[in-house]
């Protein structure tokens, strides 16, 4: 199965990501991973990109789309993978399409006020960098982190401001691929509210997969 999975800062993209590639047994691709992992190898690709982020650019399409056509062509998508959060254009969708068309396209629909609580309650380790919720999963010493003691601290991206500003982009860039895959008739939207295993089920019900 070829997925694409869209949704919004805080939707819980990331984690639905992780448990469709362990349900399906197929990998989760991460354009934002396949970077950093670049960036810290000191690639070539890497030290390009870097300069982009550095400098609080958009890595070029060209860019994004070539290391998304390499990844793709590993050994390992063989029967099928997710794209987690690629494409996040409509002008990459109609290119992916060109390379590989996907068999649906699964879009986390969560609303605004409870993305909002889920970020910006959000903390993270300065030291491991592991994640805390001061509402779902506080750890027991407040303020502090269980693995190596160091304090927990708020990301600048989880401010209440900054959040909704990304929400904002974030639907403007999304509905018009929504738009484009719900003309193919690929687009599946699927309630993201809920806890992770119930969304994750609810998402295999709808692709018609086995739970």
Do not use: W
């Not at 990501?17 to 960036?39: H, M, N, Q, V, W």
């Not at 190898?41 to 789309?65: F, M, R, W």
């Not at 779902?136 to 003691?149: F, K, L, Q, R, T």
């Not at 403007?172 to 992770?196: C, F, M, N, T, V």
Request: aromatic share 6%.
């Amino acid at each position: 199965m070829k997925l694409i999975l869209l949704g919004g800062p805080g939707s819980g993209k990331g984690t639905q990501a992780e448990l469709l590639s362990k349900a399906l047994s197929i990998p989760s691709i991460s354009t934002g991973d396949i970077f950093r992992k670049a960036i810290d190898s000191g690639t070539e690709v890497g030290k390009v990109v870097g300069e982009y982020i550095n400098a609080g650019k958009l890595v070029p399409d060209e860019i994004v789309l070539e290391t998304v056509y390499q990844r793709l062509a590993c050994e390992d998508t063989a029967n099928g993978y997710i794209l987690d959060g690629f494409p996040r254009t409509t002008i990459q969708a109609e290119a992916i399409d060109t390379f590989d068309e996907c068999d649906y396209v699964v879009s986390l629909e969560v609303p605004d006020e409870v993305i909002e609580k889920r970020l910006t309650g959000r903390r993270v380790c300065s030291g491991c960098g592991k994640t805390y919720h001061i509402l779902y999963d506080e750890a027991a010493v407040v303020g502090i982190c269980e693995v190596c003691g160091k304090e927990l601290v708020t990301r600048k991206d989880d401010n209440p401001t900054t959040v909704r500003q990304r929400l904002e982009i974030y639907h403007k860039q999304a509905q018009p691929l929504k738009d484009h895959y719900r003309k193919k008739g690929k687009l599946r939207e699927i309630d993201g509210s809920g806890d992770a295993k119930t969304i994750r089920d609810l998402i295999l019900k709808e692709l018609g997969a086995e739970i």
